[in-house]
């Protein structure tokens, strides 16, 4: 019997319980309370099971408010990861539990597709980002970025805060930036490399480093660092952050939080943080 047609039959059935002592009436109340309850508490009717998303750092605020605005709706709150792109990549090869992965570039994103990590037909790139120079809230330092601007004669005996410039997404496209610009060979060894650009962006907000290369997202997400210039959107790779649906994903809720986020809804929340949507 289903369990609707069993709930039908056990309430239809209440009011033809036989004239009983109270007490032996309260104790059968008890018995078909339990029988409605039963099946609610079995494994496959337990409360839809959150989706793990694995994000890249600098999603952070914005993926927090989806996730809340995704719980507003009735569901349960995705449970979010954040690290670098490259991490997460390698996470996802190496067998990590998760559902979504939304990546700071595509390439990291073609890394986990070509290992067939993704599921066919679910990834998507929907936003953008820029990428410019910051440094502490109260500096003074005044630079225009240009072909060979004087980077490291700004920097002195301080250091280029960056993420990783050999795997992660942000410490790439700078390193590219740099040398479109003909500025790297001057800054190479100068540069102090953070595991991931929120690493990075704290090195300048604590005045570690006097200048950072972060997104611009990151920037607005700070009131302790001011930005110094943007790079031109020539120098560098298109920043583009694709999402996907994993292979080992058993959360039911992983491809509607996609959908959503994808939905103009979804998209309308990252450009609130300075995102640009497509």
């Known amino acids: 019997m289903r369990d609707h047609d ?7 059935n209440i009011g033809s319980i036989p004239r009983m002592p109270h007490f032996l009436r309260r104790f059968w109340l008890l018995i078909v309370a339990a029988a409605l309850l ?3 508490l079995a494994p496959g009717a337990a409360l839809a ?3 793990l998303v694995l994000a890249a750092a600098s999603l952070r605020e914005a993926l927090e408010e989806a996730a809340s605005g995704w719980a507003a709706k009735g569901h349960e709150r995705p449970v979010l990861s954040f690290a670098a792109s490259s991490a997460l990549a390698r996470q996802i090869d190496t067998g990590a539990p998760a559902d979504l992965f939304l990546s700071a570039d595509e390439e990291w994103m073609d890394y986990v597709e070509a290992r067939k990590r993704i599921v066919p037909g679910t990834r998507a790139s929907f936003l953008h980002n820029r990428l410019v120079l910051i440094a502490p809230a109260s500096s003074k330092i005044r630079l225009a970025i ?3 601007f004087p980077l490291a004669r700004a920097l002195g005996d301080g250091r280029l805060a ?10 790439k496209y700078g390193k590219a930036a740099l040398e479109t610009l003909g500025v790297w060979p001057s800054v190479a060894n100068k540069v102090a490399s953070a595991e991931n650009v929120r690493a990075a962006l704290a090195l300048v907000e604590r005045g570690a480093a006097p200048l950072g290369i972060v997104y611009a997202t990151d920037a607005l997400a700070s009131a302790k660092v001011r930005t110094v210039g943007a790079f031109p959107a020539n120098s560098h790779p298109p920043i583009s952050y694709p999402v996907a649906r994993l292979a080992a994903s058993t959360s039911a809720e992983a ?3 996609r959908r959503f986020l994808l939905s103009r809804e979804g998209r309308a929340i990252f450009v609130r943080h300075g995102f640009s949507s497509r």
């Open 49 to 51: 099971k959150p989706p």
């Open 146 to 148: 240009a072909p060979r």
């Open 6 to 12: 069993r709930a039908r039959y056990i309430s239809g």
């Open 255 to 257: 491809e509607g939080f």
């Open 38 to 40: 039963l099946p609610a």
């Open 162 to 171: 960056m993420a990783d410039p050999a795997a992660v997404p942000a410490g």
